[in-house]
Structure formats: structure tokens, C-alpha cells
DNA sequence: TATTTAATGAGATTGATTCTCAATATCAAT
DNA sequence: ATTGATATTGAGAATCAATCTCATTAAATA
């Protein structure tokens, strides 16, 4: 299915389906939750697949633009990136300590945005909410 | 008062009130509301004071730990500021548009989350959340 | 298969940020 | 005000993610 949306997308804008594009759209998969390029990267290397760090960062560019991945935010380890299609929305709380990032999703606050785009007469394309913070884990390691 | 809280915070810390840390303090007054790193360095530079890109950088990683500034996110642009002693916690919406920041704030919000933090288990320290999309402005040009 | 042209990889480049270190400035004690 | 211990500074080097360059290679279609 994922493979049927990139294959309509590239063909649509005259792209081409590579062996470089096809080993980091697979790879991407072996992701539960963010990633950043790097670590694709690297990913890739272990396994024996000769793909250059460039393409990594090209390709990626490529799945953002046909919705199969979205970046969620740059961070001093680089821009970091997860799968989205097929994936219900949701925000982010992220551990200060472990750095675990826990997916949650409120239909509330979702509401009460759209609430406030009217009021503000903003239209609102999409957002990001992200909760910092101590998982349970790191809260008991501390007492 | 503010300068009074820098004083404080330096003199605990063993470090000292420099010409460098008050040309950036100051300035960093000159702004409304999101700056980044160079474009504080460009204006001391303007005005003809001489402070160095590192010293800025240094600056700005104290006034965050002291509390008068806080990071927003990174952007292509190097990492957004903002003023926050004195300023009620806001979140923004982000015209991708026009750049405008609009912020905004709501009670309900707030309070969902909370709960959503004490559901799962999670201690909330802070958080951010932007909406990008289109300021009213943007939407009529479009038009 | 040949032809056209998009894509690739290696390495250079950019841009933000941090680091290094010798020279300088601050501040507490005198 | 002077001194002395040491924190701070600035210039430039170093780092790191990300992008760009360009000669070579490889898709895709006729």
C-alpha cells in the first residue's frame, strides 16, 4: 500500500523508483516511533546497503512531500522524522531524563483548537504539542 | 528587576557581571517577541558594541538557565528565543505564510492536559504547542 | 537495445554552534 | 585604590547537520 503511494507519486512528477529510494522508504520501517537521518543512515550501512548520506537526506525530503513521513522537530541530534501514513494523529510527551517519547492522543484539545483557530480567524493546517517532562520510570529512580 | 534576578543568579553561581553579559542582556529587551542568536549579535553589532558571536551564544545559555529567556524551537534559522519573565506562559500559532507569530492562550487546554499528564503517569514540567497555518492576512491573498 | 535525462556518491560547502586558549577584566580582600 | 586569583573574552579553529556540485551511472520509454 505505503509502496503503491510512492510509486504514484514519483511517476506523477517524473521520478524515478531507485535502489537508493527503495532501500531508505524499506528501512524507515524498521522504526517504531522517531528517527533521525543518521541513524537511517547508519541503519543502512550495517546491512550492507551502499546508500550515501546524501540520498538519505534526499529521499527523505521525497517521503515528507507524498505524506508518508512527517518531521516532527529538529533537535541538537539533527531533524527527526516518523511515520505518519496509516497512523492516527497524535501529540508527544518526551522524557527529560530517559528521553522516551509517549504517544497520546486528546480529542479535547483538538476541539478546543479548532475552537481557537475561528476565534483568531487563523486556519490551522496542522500542529504539534509536546509535553516535557519525568516518564513514570524516572520519577520513581529519583525518590 | 530583571537585572536584579541576573545578579542574583551570577553572583550564586560564582560568575561575574560583564560588559558582554549586560550588552546582551540588554538587548535582548529590543526585541517583541522571537529572535535568534545572530540576529542579537547583528544589532550589538550595529550599534556599535563590541561583543563576540561566542559571547552571545554563551549569554543566551545563561539568561535560559536563570529563567529571563527561553528556548522556543530550532528552526532553518538557528534556534528562537523569546523573552518570559513577566509574560503569562502563551502557545503560538505560526503563519507558514508570512512568518507572523500570534500568540494565544487558553485555560481549557491547560487543564486537559493535566489530566492527560496524571492519567499516564507522566510529571509535566512544560510544554509547547504551535499551529501552523494561515493568519487571516494570508488567507484573503490567497483569495 | 539505444537514448534521454534523472539520480547517485564523494567530497566540498554552508551555516549554526561550540571549543580552544592566550590575553584581559572582574571582584573580593587587603 | 591596588593586588591577586580566576572567570571571561574574542578570534579563529573545530564540529556537526544538511545541502550542493558535478562527473559518472542507471532508470524508463520508444
Redesign the interface.
Known amino acids: 500500500m505505503e509502496k503503491r503511494i510512492l510509486n504514484k507519486f514519483l511517476k506523477d512528477k517524473g521520478l524515478r523508483l531507485t535502489k537508493a529510494r527503495e532501500a531508505v522508504f524499506q528501512r524507515t520501517f524498521s522504526y517504531q516511533g522517531h528517527f533521525n537521518p543518521e541513524s537511517l543512515y547508519l541503519r543502512l550501512k550495517e546491512t550492507g546497503i551502499k546508500v550515501s548520506r546524501a540520498s538519505v537526506y534526499r529521499t527523505l525530503s521525497l517521503l515528507c512531500e507524498c505524506g508518508l513521513i512527517e518531521k516532527v522537530?529538529?533537535?541538537e541530534e539533527g531533524t527527526l522524522y516518523e511515520y505518519i501514513f496509516g497512523h492516527e494523529h497524535h501529540d508527544h510527551?518526551h522524557?527529560?531524563s530517559c528521553g522516551e517519547i509517549?504517544e497520546?492522543y486528546?480529542e479535547?484539545?483538538e476541539r478546543?483548537?479548532e475552537e481557537?483557530?475561528k476565534e483568531?480567524?487563523?486556519?490551522?493546517?496542522?500542529?504539534?504539542?509536546?509535553?516535557?517532562?519525568?516518564?513514570?520510570k524516572c520519577?520513581k529512580k529519583k525518590n
Chains 1, 2 share one sequence.
Not at 124 to 136: A, T
Open positions: 522537530r529538529k533537535t510527551m522524557c527529560l509517549i497520546f486528546s479535547d484539545i478546543i483548537q481557537l483557530c483568531l480567524h487563523f486556519k490551522g493546517i496542522n500542529h504539534s504539542l509536546e509535553i516535557r517532562g519525568y516518564c513514570k520519577q
